[in-house]
């Protein structure tokens, strides 16, 4: 649908500069909005790196291990049927912290492996006919639907990637959307929380 609506627009664009004399307007657009992306694409492979490769060192190091054991509560309480020890804890504190940190592109491999180990936990409930908790096939599980809605809220302290942005863009304070963001991102985190736990309890009642 996206593909439709952006087409839309650059083609309507287009006409429209045809039939109003603009047309040198919509080739400087095209060659300035290419060096632009380029550029941008630059800041962000640098950002990027080096926040990823900080995760890495930190895994590496023990270090989100040790964050999986502390904030395990948290886990437990957001995902109360996934069995302790499981191998989709540690990629999910991972995901957690990277999102909490807005790396949200470093966050993205941790979110599919998480996701894959989810599936193989529902499998295993298929298989094992566990009642009231395993789903028909092709259907998400409830810690599933709960690590995606988490994951697209996520409380957010540092949104590096927006910062990049206003950093390339000439901000003057990029960092001054640090406040705002926490305040935004702690809303939606709660509001996705009390709405994964009513859906939860309404599920069971049912």
């Known amino acids: ?15 429209y500069a045809a039939f109003t004399g603009r047309m040198p307007d919509i080739t400087n657009a095209a060659l300035d909005s290419s060096k632009e992306a380029i550029s941008l694409c630059i800041t962000m492979i640098g950002v990027m790196s080096f926040w990823v490769g900080l995760m890495e060192i930190s895994s590496k190091a023990g270090i989100i291990p040790a964050a999986s054991r502390k904030i395990r509560p948290v886990i437990r309480f957001l995902f109360p049927n996934l069995p302790a020890g499981h191998p989709a804890e540690e990629p999910i504190t991972t995901n957690m912290i990277a ?9 993205t491999p941790a979110g599919l492996k998480a996701m894959e180990e989810l599936s193989k936990l529902e499998e295993q409930r ?9 789903r028909p096939a092709g259907t ?56 994964c736990k009513l859906k939860e309890r309404s599920r069971f009642q049912n």
């Not at 999102?99 to 966050?107: C, F, Q, S, Y």
């Open 126 to 134: 298929r298989k094992h006919l566990a009642p009231g908790i395993s």
């Open 99 to 107: 999102n909490i940190l807005g790396l949200g592109w470093a966050a």
């Open 1 to 15: 649908m996206l593909n439709y609506l952006w087409s839309f627009m650059i083609l309507t664009g287009i006409v």
């Open 140 to 195: 998400a599980s409830n810690e599933m639907c709960t690590f995606l809605i988490i994951n697209i809220s996520s409380l957010q302290l540092i949104p590096i990637n927006v910062i990049a942005y206003r950093s390339q863009y000439g901000s003057v304070n990029p960092a001054s959307i640090i406040g705002a963001g926490i305040v935004s991102t702690l809303i939606s985190t709660a509001i996705a929380v009390i709405y």
